[in-house]
């Protein structure tokens, strides 16, 4: 299978790179964790939307771009490389295909970026529900709409949190197709996935970076071996999960009968490679990669949430074991 991207899907790419670059830089990432933060960056959020991000998988009946999860896949890999606060996965992947096809007045506003949409296959835990605008719990067939903020007082909400237990998913069935709500759960495994590797690309850079100016004994410490091994064991498995990622974008895409298998194999793979970074990053850096005021923990903790969501990595796994004994 050619893995290759085409010379507009890499532009936008570079393009999104360059706009995450300047608006959301590790202060950045530093001030979302900050009692009373609204979680996400409203203005960035809408500068997504301008440029299509938002609405890249949505039709373009519904003011989307009409591409498929092989697009998107770049532009995600990206917001992991900055740690980009916010439900982008859940809004960009899962949200906005959801409210679209099921015609609702709300994805005008979600594709340009006016309203934050998250998204949880458990109504007990919403990643980013004390933020959302719009709150959707796929359950087996079904998505419904669950307006957390409505029923949850505002000033009770502990916003140092990024998720928040939902009332009973009582609000009103989205009409969505059949099969959306697992369709819905597997994009957000893609799109975590294809995060893991933009952290672990970054955290391999920022390491490199550090072992190059860090000297003891008067040489640099990314001069010794052990030090290289590390990264270079590091890389070896992040060059390894890139394509799985990208087989399950295509396989999303074109909707492939060995989605399921694809979009496991891909977090198993990611999973294990941010993972495998961050430990990595850790050692090389030493005491100071342990510390509040450097930045590398800020990473760190985003590929360990991502590790635990969306199903295990035995649950995975076991997934990918089934198809293939299966046959599938």
Same mark, same amino acid.
Request: hydrophobic share 50%.
């Given at each position: 299978m050619e893995f290759g991207f085409s010379d507009e899907q890499l532009a936008f790419r570079d393009a999104v790179r360059d706009l995450l670059r300047d608006a959301c830089p590790p202060a950045a990432v530093r001030a979302a964790w900050a009692p009373g933060h609204a979680g996400f960056d409203a203005d960035l959020w809408l500068q997504l939307g301008s440029m299509g991000v938002l609405g890249i998988v949505a039709p373009e009946g519904a003011g989307g771009l009409g591409l498929t999860e092989v697009d998107l896949v770049l532009l995600l890999e990206e917001t992991g490389r900055v740690a980009l606060p916010g439900p982008v996965v859940e809004h960009a992947a899962v949200g906005v295909p959801l409210l679209a096809s099921a015609g609702s007045a709300s994805v005008g506003p979600a594709i340009g970026g006016g309203v934050a949409v998250t998204f949880s296959d458990d109504a007990a835990r919403i990643g980013w529900g004390a933020v959302a605008d719009v709150v959707l719990v796929g359950a087996g067939d079904t998505v419904r709409v669950v307006d957390v903020l409505a029923s949850t007082p505002l000033e009770s909400v502990d916003r140092s949190r990024r998720d928040v237990a939902a009332p009973a998913a009582t609000g009103p069935v989205l009409a969505v197709p059949a099969g959306a709500a697992a369709l819905a759960i597997d #994009?957000?495994?893609?799109? $975590? $996935?294809?995060?893991? @590797?933009?952290?672990?690309?970054? %955290?391999?850079e920022m390491t490199v970076d550090y072992t190059t100016t860090r000297r003891q004994f008067g040489v640099p410490i990314g001069s010794y071996q052990a030090v290289k091994h590390h990264l270079a064991d590091a890389l070896l498995l992040l060059e390894h999960a890139r394509p799985a990622v990208y087989?399950?974008?295509?396989? @999303?895409? +074109?909707?492939?009968?060995?989605?399921?298998?694809? +979009? $496991? %194999?891909?977090?198993? &793979?990611? !999973?294990?490679?941010?993972? /495998?970074? *961050?430990? *990595?990053?850790?050692? @090389?850096?030493?005491?100071?990669?342990?510390?509040?005021?450097? !930045?590398?923990?800020?990473? &760190?903790?985003?590929?360990?949430?991502?590790?635990?969501?969306?199903?295990?990595? $035995? *649950?995975?796994?076991? #997934?990918?074991? !089934? *198809?293939?004994? /299966?046959g599938a």
């Open positions: #994009r957000a495994v893609l799109g $975590s $996935s294809a995060q893991q @590797c933009g952290l672990a690309a970054r %955290m391999i087989r399950a974008a295509w396989s @999303c895409a +074109v909707g492939a009968s060995t989605r399921g298998r694809d +979009v $496991s %194999m891909a977090k198993v &793979m990611a !999973d294990r490679a941010a993972a /495998g970074a *961050a430990r *990595a990053a850790l050692q @090389c850096h030493g005491a100071i990669g342990y510390t509040w005021e450097h !930045d590398l923990h800020l990473w &760190m903790k985003r590929v360990w949430v991502l590790e635990r969501l969306w199903g295990t990595t $035995s *649950a995975h796994r076991a #997934r990918v074991a !089934d *198809a293939v004994v /299966g």
